[in-house]
Each structure stands twice: as C-alpha cells, then as structure tokens.
C-alpha cells in the first residue's frame, strides 16, 4: 500500500462517523463532478479553519523575539 493511501486511511479512521459520512459524501461529489466542482472543492479543502501553520526552516531575518 501507498504510503500516502496508509496515512489518509489512518485519518479517515479517525474520524467521528458524521465526519466520515461528510468525507465520503465530499470525495463521491469529487470523482463524479465536473472540473468547475472538483476546482471548488480543492479550494474549499485549502481554506483556513484557524490552523496554524509553523514554518522552522531558516531565514534571512533575524528573528525578531531571541535574535538568533
């Protein structure tokens, strides 16, 4: 098995089953939808639900809190 398929799996078993209903629910209006749906849906997936995203690759700026 894929190692992405593993890791989607292992999310998808950790949902609640009214989650899982709405994944299933989104991925079946993916594979049957037009480019318009499917263009819709991807950026509806990428929106922001409050996610911080840390980012700890190195920079050309001094960090502003330790100075390193």
Known sequence: M???VAELLL???ALT???RNEFT???NRYI???LITKD???R???RDFGIT???LGPTAQVCRYCGK
């Open 32 to 34: 049957e939808g037009d």
């Open 25 to 27: 629910l989104v991925v």
């Open 2 to 4: 894929d190692s992405k």
């Open 44 to 46: 509806e997936s990428r």
């Open 17 to 19: 089953p009214a989650q």
């Open 11 to 13: 999310g998808f078993n």
């Open 40 to 42: 819709r849906i991807v």
């Open 53 to 55: 995203k840390v980012d």
